[in-house]
């Protein structure tokens, strides 16, 4: 059972930037994918970005391109997001997943997922 705990989320300016992150219990993260997803009321659970293994693959929604990174430390059992240009569009919750297999943008495919962190964007 992994167990995953976001952190980094909160208030901040549209054009501004935040970095979650999402720390694993698992000693063998490496074996795992990493995936963040967002979902807003009444919506379905959107895929954001995806981090394979060992990190040498990234995936991205094309909502984020060129504004969101995601990175991993194996070291730390940690998975970052790292959001640029933040957009009031961005406003929701956060969840961090993990997929024992590669990495991949179906939320359905994820075996472990955190508990979520609220990212408000103001306008």
């Known amino acids: 059972q992994v167990q995953l705990v976001e952190s980094g989320g909160g208030l901040v300016q549209a054009g501004g930037s935040l970095r979650l992150s999402c720390a694993a219990s698992e000693r063998t993260f490496s074996t795992y994918a990493m995936g963040w997803f967002r979902q807003t009321p009444g919506k379905e659970r959107e895929f954001v970005a995806a981090i394979s293994r060992i990190g040498g693959r990234t995936y991205y929604a094309d909502s984020v391109k060129g504004r969101f990174t995601i990175s991993r430390d194996n070291a730390k059992n940690t998975v970052y997001l790292q959001m640029n240009s933040l957009k009031p569009e961005d406003t929701a919750v956060y969840y961090c997943?993990?997929?024992?297999?590669?990495?991949?943008?179906?939320?359905?495919?994820?075996?472990?997922w955190g508990q979520g962190t609220q990212v408000t964007v103001s306008s």
């Open positions: 997943a993990a997929r024992d297999g590669r990495g991949s943008t179906i939320s359905n495919e994820y075996d472990y």
